[in-house]
């Protein structure tokens, strides 16, 4: 995925943009896969507000596979549903 961006950063084209958001769709459905129609509802701002900050409560809880993924990755809260 990050050598999809640094391509369509450098050389804009419309494979590398649909390459970039197939893969950005599949990741939002594999970690969302018992809700994946939650997917198609999200806006762009929705994905613009992503963050990976989570109530240090909840955090809390993780385990240490599920730490790593939050700081890989973010959460991206859809309020559309």
Same mark, same amino acid.
Request: glycine letters at 2%; hydrophobic letters at 45%; proline letters at 0%.
């Given at each position: 995925?990050?050598?999809?961006?640094?391509?369509?950063?450098?050389? /804009?084209?419309?494979?590398?943009?649909?390459?970039?958001?197939?893969?950005?769709? #599949?990741?939002? %459905?594999?970690?969302?896969? =018992?809700?994946?129609s939650e997917a198609a509802e999200l806006t762009l701002q929705e994905y613009?507000? /992503?963050?990976?900050?989570?109530?240090?409560?909840?955090?809390?809880?993780?385990? #240490?596979?599920? %730490?790593?993924?939050?700081? =890989?990755?973010?959460?991206?809260?859809?309020?559309?549903?």
């Open positions: 995925m990050t050598s999809s961006l640094l391509e369509l950063q450098s050389h /804009a084209n419309a494979t590398t943009w649909r390459e970039l958001a197939e893969l950005t769709m #599949s990741r939002l %459905l594999v970690f969302n896969v =018992r809700r994946g613009a507000q /992503a963050t990976s900050d989570v109530d240090s409560t909840v955090s809390a809880t993780f385990n #240490s596979v599920e %730490l790593q993924l939050l700081n =890989r990755y973010f959460i991206a809260l859809i309020t559309s549903c």
